[in-house]
């Protein structure tokens, strides 16, 4: 389980942060007004910062002063379980990242959607059972990528960020059908 994160991880992070291996650095910091998530730090909005140090008996403080174990941490406990290991290889990197840049309900739709099932973003019995009894593993990969491109073109930020959302759901979508076919492109 931890692997995978480990493994899907960097994938996400290249979209989020740009800088990585770096995470105090200012340019992984954005507060674009036309993005509904405020004040954000290698992806990481303020509001759940904010949530997250609560949780843990700490202080809140600005989102620039995030720590790289705090991000991981933060990455792995809201975006990475409890879903995401329940997911085959592939798979599993598309909704995180889909979580990490639409939040769980969002990617939870689309994973719904591209597994033919009743959309309603609550991940339930219905979607543990869809998920267990994948077949064709590529297929799936395929509809999520098309059906997040899709929710992504009927979001009102699209004219903003429409350029840099298709780049990485084709990139994701790219990466995640090489893990589910083992390097060959199906």
């Not at 909704?95 to 339930?124: C, H, M, P, R």
């Amino acid at each position: 389980m931890t692997d995978r994160f480990l493994e899907c991880l960097p994938y996400t992070l290249e979209q989020e942060c740009p800088y990585p291996k770096d995470w105090t650095n200012p340019r992984n910091f954005s507060n674009d007004a036309h993005d509904p998530g405020g004040k954000t730090m290698c992806g990481i909005i303020q509001r759940e910062y904010d949530s997250w140090r609560k949780h843990q008996g700490l202080g809140v403080r600005d989102v620039r002063q995030l720590t790289e174990a705090e991000g991981r941490a933060i990455y792995m406990t809201n975006y990475w379980f409890p879903e995401c290991p329940k997911l085959p290889t592939g798979l599993d990197l598309q909704f995180f990242d889909e979580a990490v840049n639409t939040g769980s309900a969002e990617a939870t739709k689309v994973l719904q959607y591209a597994l033919g099932i009743t959309v309603d973003g609550e991940w339930g019995p219905m979607t543990d059972a869809a998920v267990s009894t994948i077949r064709d593993i590529p297929k799936v990969v395929r509809y999520f990528t098309v059906r997040r491109l899709h929710v992504y073109q009927e979001m009102r930020g699209f004219v903003y960020f429409g350029t840099d959302w298709t780049r990485r759901t084709q990139e994701i979508g790219r990466t995640a059908l090489t893990m589910t076919t083992n390097g060959e492109q199906a």
